[in-house]
C-alpha cells in the first residue's frame, strides 16, 4: 500500500478533527474563560487523534459523510484528553510532561486541571446530545456506548485496577489494559458503525476488530517504551522500567510482545477481510499502527 495515500488520509482527516475541535471549544471572553483556555491547551496539543480517526474512516465505511460524523469523532477525543489531564495528576502518575508539553497542572495548576478534565469529560456528552447532523437513536447509543467504555467497567475501572493491582499476571494485564486503552478505541470503531445504521451481526465484527486493535495499541506501546529508549539513548531508558511497571515485555520479553503484537494486527487484518465493504481507509490506519514497530 502506498504509504503516501496513507499518510495523506491521516493528515486530512486529523486537520479536520483538529479544525472542529477548535470550533467545540471556542476561545470564550466570559469571567470562568480560563476553564476553556485550560481545556484548549491539553485538548489542542499535538496527539494521534487516533479515536476519532477510528470513528470517521469506520462510519465512512458505510458512506457517510464526514460532516456527519465529525462531532462524535471529536467527543471522544474530548473523553481522551480528560483521561490523560487526569491519568497526569499527582494523585495519579503525577507526569510532568504530555504530549511534548508541561501538564496541564503543572502549566496552570492541579484544581485546573481537575476542572478542565471534569469539564472536557462533560462536555463531550453536551456536544453529541447538541449535534445537529445524527438522530435521535444515534445520540442515546452513541451516549450509552461512550458512557459504557470510558465508564466504571471500562477506562476508569482499567485505571483502577492499574493503580491498585500489584504486579499483574498476562490475565489480568489484559483485563486492565482492555479497559482502560481498550475499551474506548474500542467504542470509536462501533461508534462509526452506530452513524452508519448498521446491523448487529456488523456491529459485533467491528467490536472484535476493536478489541484486537486495542491490544495491538497497548502492546505495541510497551514496546515502543523500550525500542524508543535504546534507539534515543544507546540503551533502555524505560519509563515503565523506571516506574516499575508490568508491561506485555516484561511479562513476555521483547521478542515474544512483538509476536503477540503481530498476532493481534494479522486478526485485525483477517477481521477487516471479512468485512462486506471496502475498507482502504480503516485498513491503512491499522497498518499505520503496526509500522510503529519492527516485527
Ligand atoms: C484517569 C479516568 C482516568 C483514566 C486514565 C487512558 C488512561 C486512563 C490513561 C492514559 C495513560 C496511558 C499513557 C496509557 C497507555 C496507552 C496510551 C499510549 C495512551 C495514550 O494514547 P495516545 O497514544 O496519545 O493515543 P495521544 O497523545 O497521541 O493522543
Same mark, same amino acid.
Given at each position: 500500500m502506498d504509504v503516501g495515500i496513507v499518510d495523506s488520509y491521516l493528515i486530512e482527516t486529523t486537520s479536520a478533527v483538529n479544525h472542529k475541535l477548535e470550533q467545540l471549544v471556542p476561545i470564550q471572553r466570559f469571567p470562568h474563560k480560563l476553564i476553556y483556555e485550560a481545556a484548549r491547551y491539553a485538548l489542542l496539543a499535538p496527539g494521534k487523534r487516533i479515536r476519532p480517526v477510528l470513528l470517521l474512516a469506520t462510519s465512512e465505511l458505510f458512506d457517510v459523510k464526514q460532516k456527519s460524523a465529525i462531532t462524535a469523532a471529536c467527543a471522544f477525543e474530548m473523553i481522551h484528553a480528560y483521561s490523560l489531564i487526569h491519568d497526569d495528576l499527582p494523585c495519579m502518575? $503525577?507526569?510532568?510532561?504530555?504530549r511534548g508539553r508541561p501538564t496541564l497542572h503543572r502549566f496552570y495548576s492541579e484544581a485546573i486541571a481537575l476542572l478542565a478534565g471534569d469539564f472536557l469529560l462533560t462536555h463531550a456528552f453536551y456536544c453529541i446530545s447538541h449535534d *445537529? *447532523?445524527? $438522530?435521535a437513536n444515534q445520540k442515546i447509543a452513541l451516549i450509552q456506548l461512550i458512557s459504557q467504555s470510558a465508564g466504571g467497567d471500562g477506562m476508569i475501572g482499567g485505571q483502577l485496577l492499574d493503580i491498585s493491582v500489584h504486579k499483574p499476571d498476562l490475565l489480568m494485564l489484559e483485563n486492565l489494559h482492555s479497559r482502560k486503552t481498550g475499551a474506548l478505541i474500542q467504542a470509536a470503531i462501533v461508534g462509526g458503525a452506530i452513524l452508519g445504521n448498521v446491523n448487529q451481526e456488523q456491529i459485533n465484527s467491528l467490536a472484535q476488530l476493536g478489541k484486537k486493535l486495542g491490544l495491538a495499541f497497548q502492546i505495541i506501546d510497551d514496546i515502543l517504551d523500550v525500542t524508543a529508549s535504546v534507539e534515543k539513548h544507546g540503551r533502555i531508558v524505560s519509563t515503565d522500567a523506571i516506574n516499575a511497571k508490568t508491561t506485555y515485555v516484561t511479562l513476555l520479553g521483547l521478542d515474544q510482545a512483538k509476536v503477540a503484537a503481530k498476532e493481534a494486527i494479522e486478526h485485525c487484518y483477517a477481521i477487516l477481510d471479512e468485512l462486506? $465493504?471496502?475498507?482502504f481507509h480503516l485498513r491503512s490506519i491499522v497498518k499505520k499502527i503496526a509500522s510503529q514497530f519492527n516485527s
Open positions: 502518575d $503525577n507526569d510532568d510532561f504530555r *445537529e *447532523e445524527i $438522530n462486506p $465493504n471496502k475498507s
